[in-house]
């Protein structure tokens, strides 16, 4: 069975500044989709980004950026520039090739603080 | 375009009463799905449907729950008989297709609390 492991449970930066959070997982399939969620204190959950596995290039989307590393099982989030809205929690989720959309795999989470 | 709408934001049930929470996927999307989010975890696969059929329950326990998503109206799922360790956020998210390219997009969830 695939896992998702974020071994991050809380991380804070500076604002403006730059931080990367970790996601590692499991699996034995060759072909599947990783992406990061934003939960806010709203509770709204966000796509923030996503990889398909066939692509060696690192997905990018304005000041956010991931680290791809298939061979390792690594999925990192870079999120340059912190602002203070970036303050939430982020989930690294996994998507088997051959299943639905519904069967997302998220990690527990990691709680980001984005300090003035 | 309104967002996947979900209510009640907020639950609360007695032990053994029954709760239905309602989820309203973004207009032309007809896949949806349930997560449950305990406490300090992330999301937890329930269900999968698309109109008028359950496509994967897998993660959806074998009693007291139920879901479906009827031709007309919003997705309902259904909690009877709730016992404490049901308390937890349940969150609808909705897609215009399947598979990894079509982007779900998540409701606000439901918090149900049993006391």
């Known amino acids: 069975a695939q896992t998702v492991t974020q071994s991050q449970p809380e991380m804070s930066v500076q604002e403006a500044e730059t931080v990367t959070l970790s996601c590692t997982y499991d699996?034995?399939?060759?072909?599947?989709?990783l992406f990061w969620y934003k939960q806010p204190p709203s509770r709204q959950m966000i796509l923030v980004i996503r990889?398909?596995?066939?692509?060696?290039q690192n997905a990018t989307e304005n000041r956010f950026s991931v680290n791809f590393q298939k061979a390792a099982k690594s999925f990192s989030l870079k999120i340059s520039d912190s602002q203070l809205g970036d303050t939430a929690m982020y989930f690294c989720?996994?998507?088997?090739?051959?299943?639905?959309?519904?069967?997302?795999?998220f990690g527990k989470g990691t709680k980001l603080s984005v300090k003035p | 375009n309104a967002g996947v709408m979900q209510n009640p934001r907020h639950l609360v049930r007695r032990r053994g009463q029954e709760a239905r929470l309602r989820c309203s996927p973004m207009?032309?999307?007809?896949?949806v799905y349930w997560y449950r989010q305990l406490p300090e975890e992330g999301l937890k696969f329930m269900v999968y449907?698309?109109?008028?059929?359950?496509?994967?329950e897998s993660g959806m326990p074998k009693e007291r729950f139920s879901a479906e998503f009827p031709k007309e109206g919003p997705s309902i799922l259904r909690i009877q008989q709730v016992v404490r360790g049901d308390s937890a956020a349940y969150f609808c998210?909705?897609?215009?297709?399947?598979?990894?390219?079509?982007?779900?997009?998540f409701g606000q969830g439901t918090r149900l609390t049993v006391v």
């Open positions: 998210a909705s897609s215009q297709g399947q598979g990894g390219t079509t982007e779900a997009f």
């Open positions: 699996t034995s399939e060759n072909n599947y989709y």
């Open positions: 990889q398909e596995a066939y692509k060696q």
């Open positions: 989720a996994f998507l088997s090739g051959g299943g639905s959309q519904g069967n997302l795999i």
């Open positions: 207009k032309g999307h007809s896949h």
């Open positions: 449907l698309q109109k008028e059929n359950i496509i994967d």
